[in-house]
């Protein structure tokens, strides 16, 4: 079975996806995770993001695992350099290359073929599987999100300002909304959830509630 959760950046996708799979006993892919490891490598290799040559050479032949909660890239575990403010910002540029999306979108397919799976992102109900039996569609104010990026990111002793990650927010949900390739939109026959309101705990029951129904 196959349950994909798509949604803009702060809407809780991770946290919620991760305690549905956990509650499911599915296994959980988080697939901005993938975006994020390939703008880690690009970066790591000194490699300019307008080479995009040079950027889909390093793509091809990736190795990208997920084992026990963490994210291995070629063997090299990237749970924690991927979530760096410079990476962050950098990813919706890679994701914006065709054959980056599509060496991604072969692996996640890969990963569905043997496992339930729980998969988050902002193309999997639309484009990576579309006729999943299960999909959702995470929303949430522009301010909610900033806020709870902006608390994250203030536990983990990043100085910033609220406004500085609302307008950071702000840019990535333009370049995915906007991007020609694999946009993020509802998909079809999803349900969409705004979780402005919501604490996770009620997110999670309502999307377990309608897989079970
Ligand atoms: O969910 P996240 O913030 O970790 O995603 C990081 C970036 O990857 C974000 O800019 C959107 C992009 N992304 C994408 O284009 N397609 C996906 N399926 C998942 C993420």
Redesign the pocket.
């Known amino acids: 079975m196959i349950i994909t959760i798509?949604g803009p950046?702060g809407a809780g996708?991770?946290t919620i996806a991760k305690l549905v799979a956990r509650k499911l006993q599915f296994t959980y892919i988080?697939?901005?995770?993938?975006?994020?490891a390939i703008t880690y490598k690009v970066l790591k290799n000194n490699c300019s993001l307008t080479d995009k040559e040079r950027i889909i050479e390093l793509a091809k032949g990736t190795k990208i695992e997920f084992k026990e909660g963490k994210i291995f890239l070629d063997g090299e575990d990237v749970s924690q350099n991927i979530r760096t403010r410079e990476v962050?910002n950098n990813?919706?540029v890679i994701?914006?290359i065709p054959e980056v999306?599509e060496i991604l979108r072969n692996i996640q397919r890969e990963y569905a073929r043997d496992n339930n799976i729980v998969m988050?992102?902002?193309?999997?109900g639309t484009v990576?599987f579309p006729e999943a039996q299960h999909k959702f569609y995470l929303d949430a104010s522009l301010t909610e999100r900033a806020k709870r990026r902006f608390l994250e990111l203030k536990n983990k002793g990043v100085k910033t300002t609220l406004d500085e990650i609302a307008a950071e927010i702000s840019e990535?949900d333009n370049?995915?909304l906007n991007r020609g390739l694999?946009p993020?939109k509802v998909p079809e026959g999803a349900t969409v959830i705004d979780s402005t309101n919501k604490t996770i705990e009620e997110v999670v029951e309502l999307i377990v509630k309608k897989i079970k129904k």
């Open positions: 798509d950046a996708k991770s988080d697939t901005g995770a993938m975006y994020r962050t990813t919706s994701a914006a999306r988050e992102g902002r193309d999997i990576v990535r370049i995915d694999c993020l």
